[in-house]
C-alpha cells in the first residue's frame, strides 16, 4: 500500500524528528517570541520564590533582633502604662457618640430590675446606667452586644446599690472597648457594601432553592458553605467568557479557561446531561451556560430568574461542530416495517388471499404491526417505494395493499391487480428509476440517431454507439448506456425538454430496447421495438416523426 | 553558540544565560513538542509546554554537567510533552489509547518491524527532501510535517506567498521523481 508523504514524517522515529528540529525553523518570529515572554514571565515568578527572600532574612536577623526585641518591649511598656493612666482618669464625656442605641435597659438603685427591651430584634444595645448622687455613683454609658442582649431577655437582674461604684468603673472599660468596636463597625460595613455586598446562603436557604428548581444543585454556595471558597471569590464575567471563546480552537480549551477563573460553578442542573450555570451577572437573570455534552456555551438572560421560562432570551456563544450520526433509518417511526421487491411480489402472488397477517414478519416489531389504521413498509432496494396494507373492517382481509412509487409517481394495487400486471409494473418503475439514475455516458447529435435507427432498424447495436461515448466510460455490456442528444444539422432538439436516448442491453439480440426520452420519463419514444410485431417494421419513432399534424415532443 | 558558552553564560547570568539558551534551542524543543502534542493539544500548549522545558533547562540544569544541552532538552520536552498530553487528555476526557500511550517508552514486540521500516523510510524520505537543498526543502517540511499553509510558510521563511506556492509546486515535481522508486505518494 503507498504511504503518504505527511504519513511517514508524523509517524517518523525520533532521529528523524530531532534531525527535523535541528535543521529547520518550527514557527515563526512572533511565536518564538510569545515563547520566549511566558518563559521570563515563569522565571521572575520564580526569582520573588521564598527561598532568596529567606535567604536574606537569616543574614541580617542576628544584628537587629536584639533591638528589635528591646523596641517591643519598651513599646508594650509604654502601651500598658499609658492605658493604665488612661483608665484611672476621669472621662471627659462619656461615650454618646455613636447612636447605635436601639433599646434601653435602666438600672435603679437598690432592688430594681433590668429589662432588655426588643433585644432579640436589634444589633446592639446600650444600657444607660444612672446613679444618683447619695448612692456615690456616677451616670456612665455602657454598650452591650446583641448577644449579651439576647441572653438578657426575660431576665430579671437585681443590683445591690452599694456595690455600683465598682460596677460602674467596671462598665467604664466595657465602655470604651465597645465604643471601638462600635465606631469601627460602620466603617467595615460600609466598605463591604462597596465591594461586594454579597450575602451568601445558609443550607436550609440552599435547599429550599434546591427543591424548588428541579434537578439543580448550587454548587457554588454549597462551597462557600462548606468552606472551600470565600463568598467573594471571582465568578467568571460574559467579556471573559466571550475572550475565552476567541481565543481557543475548541471546546475544551474554552471549558478549562472558564474552570481555571470560577472552579465551582453556580448550578449543576440538567437531566441526562450536565447544564452548567455560571452566574456572570450575580443572579440567575443573566448567566453562561455550557453543556459539556454538546459542547456548546449559551447566554442566557431573563428578568424572573427563570431561565426556561418565557422572558427568558438564549444567544448561542458557541457550538462545536459535531459529527452527525445518520441514523440507520431515520423514517422507521413514520414505517411499521420493511421489505423488498421480491417479497412484494411474493405477496402479489397471493392476490385476494393475502391477508393482514401475511405482514407480520416484515414489521420492525410486535407494537409496529397494527390492526387498525393502516400500516406503510419501506421497499428497500428501491429509491422512495413503499407498501401501504389496511385491514377491511374485523376480518383478515385486506381493504388497501398498494405499491407505491414516489420517484415516478406510480401506484398499483397488488391485491385486486392481476400478478403479471404487477410485475410488469414494478419492472417498469424500476427500468424508469434505473434510467433516472444512470450516469450520461456520451452524446450523441439527434441527426446520428435518425441515421442509425434507419441503418440498423431492429438490429441496433451498443456497440454502433461507441464512437459517442465519453472517453471515461467503460462498459461491460451489461450496464444502461444514456446518451445525451443534441442538436445535428438537419434535426434540433427541443429546447423544453432536455433529451436522452438510452440503450438497455438485452439477451439474445444486442437491445432489449433503445428509447428517447426526457429527464423524468414522463416522454417516452421507443427507437427499437415495432409497434406490430406482425406488420411492417414500424417503431414508434417511425410514427411520431412520420406525423406532419404534430411535432414530436423531442424535436424543435 | 556552542553549549559551553550557554553554559558558562547561564552561570554567569540567568537572563542572558537563558536568552543564549532560547535562540538556540527554542525551535528544536518546539519541534519536539509539536509532534508529540499535534492533534490533541493546542497551539498555546504547545508554546506553554515549550516554555515550560526551556524555562526547567535554565533553571535547573547544572552546568557543570558535561552532557550534551540538546540531548537533555531533547528528552525533558518528549517528557513534558507526553505530560502535557496526558495531562490533557485527563481534561477533557478523552482517554488516550493504551498502545499510544506507551508507545513512547515501550516499543510493541509486533510493531518492531514495521517501526523500524518506517523509521527507514523516513529517514530516506527526509535525505532526499534534503537534497532538494534550500528553501525547497524548507517548503515541504513545513507543508507535510508542520501542515503550514503557504502564507504561514512564507512567514516564516521571510518569503512571498505566491513564491512559496510556485516553490512548492516545483519542489513537489522534483520529489516525485526522486521517490519514484520508493512506494511513496505525494
Known amino acids: 500500500m503507498k504511504k503518504n508523504i505527511s504519513d511517514i514524517l508524523r509517524s517518523s522515529g525520533d532521529k528523524t524528528i530531532e534531525k527535523i528540529a535541528d535543521s529547520y525553523t518550527a514557527a515563526d518570529k512572533k511565536t518564538a517570541q510569545r515563547i520566549y515572554s511566558k518563559s521570563l514571565e515563569k522565571m521572575n515568578i520564580s526569582a520573588d520564590d521564598s527561598e532568596v527572600f529567606t535567604a536574606e532574612q537569616v543574614k541580617h536577623s542576628p544584628v537587629w533582633r536584639p533591638a528589635l526585641i528591646v523596641a517591643a518591649c519598651i513599646f508594650v511598656i509604654c502601651g500598658a502604662v499609658f492605658g493604665l493612666l488612661k483608665m484611672k482618669a476621669p472621662s471627659p464625656k462619656p461615650f454618646v457618640d455613636e447612636p447605635v442605641i436601639v433599646a434601653t435597659a435602666t438600672t435603679v438603685t437598690n432592688t430594681e430590675t433590668v429589662t432588655a427591651e426588643n433585644a432579640d430584634t436589634t444589633e446592639t444595645t446600650a444600657v444607660n446606667a444612672e446613679k444618683t448622687d447619695d448612692t456615690g455613683t456616677r451616670k456612665v454609658d455602657t454598650a452591650t452586644t446583641r448577644a449579651t442582649a439576647k441572653q438578657s431577655d426575660n431576665v430579671k437582674t437585681t443590683v445591690p446599690a452599694n456595690t455600683n461604684t465598682t460596677k460602674a468603673a467596671t462598665g467604664m472599660r466595657t465602655t470604651k472597648t465597645t465604643a471601638k468596636t462600635t465606631t469601627a463597625k460602620p466603617a467595615t460595613a460600609s466598605k463591604t457594601s462597596g465591594t461586594t455586598a454579597y450575602k451568601s446562603m445558609t443550607l436550609a436557604e440552599i435547599e429550599e432553592w434546591e427543591s424548588k428548581h428541579w434537578a439543580c444543585v448550587m454548587t457554588r454556595e454549597r462551597a462557600i458553605l462548606e468552606g472551600k471558597i470565600s463568598a467573594d471569590s471571582p465568578r467568571v464575567t460574559l467579556a471573559q467568557v466571550k475572550q475565552f471563546i476567541a481565543e481557543s480552537s475548541n471546546f475544551d480549551e474554552i471549558y478549562r479557561k472558564i474552570r481555571t477563573v470560577q472552579p465551582y460553578y453556580d448550578v449543576n442542573g440538567g437531566s441526562g446531561v450536565n447544564l452548567i450555570e455560571y452566574w456572570v451577572g450575580g443572579s440567575r437573570n443573566d448567566i453562561v451556560m455550557v453543556c459539556p455534552e454538546s459542547m456548546n456555551i449559551k447566554h442566557i438572560t431573563c428578568s424572573d430568574g427563570d431561565i426556561y421560562g418565557d422572558t427568558a432570551r438564549y444567544y448561542e456563544l458557541y457550538s462545536e461542530k459535531q459529527v452527525t450520526k445518520i441514523p440507520d433509518n431515520p423514517v422507521k417511526s413514520k414505517y411499521a416495517g420493511e421489505l423488498t421487491v421480491n417479497d412484494v411480489l411474493k405477496l402479489a402472488k397471493k392476490g385476494q388471499d393475502l391477508r393482514i397477517t401475511d405482514f407480520r414478519e416484515f414489521c420492525y416489531s410486535a407494537d409496529s404491526f397494527k390492526t387498525s389504521g393502516n400500516m406503510r413498509f419501506i421497499i428497500t432496494d428501491r429509491d422512495e417505494w413503499y407498501l401501504v396494507a389496511e385491514k377491511s373492517g374485523n376480518s383478515d382481509i385486506l381493504a388497501i395493499c398498494n405499491v407505491a412509487d414516489n420517484t415516478g409517481n406510480h401506484s398499483i394495487d397488488i391485491i385486486r391487480t392481476n400478478y403479471n400486471d404487477v410485475l410488469k409494473s414494478i419492472n417498469d418503475w424500476s427500468l424508469s428509476e434505473g434510467i433516472m439514475a444512470a450516469h450520461t455516458a456520451g452524446t450523441i447529435t439527434l441527426d446520428d440517431v435518425v441515421r442509425l435507427h434507419n441503418e440498423k432498424g431492429e438490429y441496433l447495436d451498443p456497440a454502433d454507439f461507441s464512437p459517442y461515448l465519453y472517453r471515461t466510460f467503460i462498459s461491460d455490456n451489461s450496464d444502461i448506456m444514456k446518451f445525451r442528444v443534441i442538436n445535428g444539422d438537419n434535426y434540433k432538439v427541443s429546447k423544453e425538454n432536455v433529451v436522452y436516448l438510452t440503450l438497455i442491453p438485452g439477451y439474445g439480440r444486442p437491445l432489449i430496447t433503445a428509447i428517447l426520452h426526457n429527464a423524468n420519463m414522463s416522454l417516452t419514444t421507443d427507437i427499437l421495438n415495432t409497434i406490430d410485431p406482425n406488420g411492417d417494421y414500424k417503431t414508434e419513432f417511425d410514427l411520431v416523426m412520420a406525423l406532419d399534424c404534430e411535432k414530436p415532443w423531442f424535436l424543435e | ?186
Open chain 2, 1 to 186: 553558540m556552542n553549549d559551553n558558552e550557554i553554559k558558562a553564560k547561564l552561570q554567569h547570568s540567568a537572563e542572558e544565560g537563558f536568552k543564549a539558551l532560547f535562540n538556540e534551542y527554542w525551535s528544536y524543543c518546539y519541534t519536539i513538542v509539536f509532534n508529540v502534542l499535534r492533534g490533541c493539544g493546542s497551539q498555546s500548549d504547545i508554546e506553554d509546554c515549550t516554555s515550560d522545558v526551556l524555562c526547567d533547562t535554565a533553571m535547573n540544569y547544572n552546568s557543570m554537567h558535561e552532557g550534551s544541552l540538546k540531548a537533555y532538552i531533547g528528552t525533558s520536552a518528549k517528557r513534558r510533552a507526553i505530560d502535557v498530553k496526558r495531562s490533557i487528555s485527563s481534561h477533557t476526557s478523552k482517554n488516550i489509547p493504551l498502545e499510544d500511550d506507551i508507545s513512547s517508552s515501550l516499543p510493541s514486540a509486533d510493531n518492531v518491524e514495521a517501526d523500524t521500516e518506517n523509521a527507514e523510510l523516513s529517514e530516506i524520505l527526509l535525505a532526499r527532501i534534503s537534497s532538494l537543498g534550500e528553501p525547497d526543502a524548507s517548503i515541504i517540511i513545513h507543508k507535510f510535517f508542520y501542515e503550514h499553509n503557504s502564507s504561514e510558510t512564507a512567514k516564516i521563511l521571510g518569503m512571498n506567498p505566491i513564491t512559496v506556492r510556485s516553490r512548492l509546486r516545483r519542489a513537489l515535481k522534483k520529489l516525485k521523481t526522486l521517490l519514484a522508486d520508493l512506494d511513496i505518494e505525494m
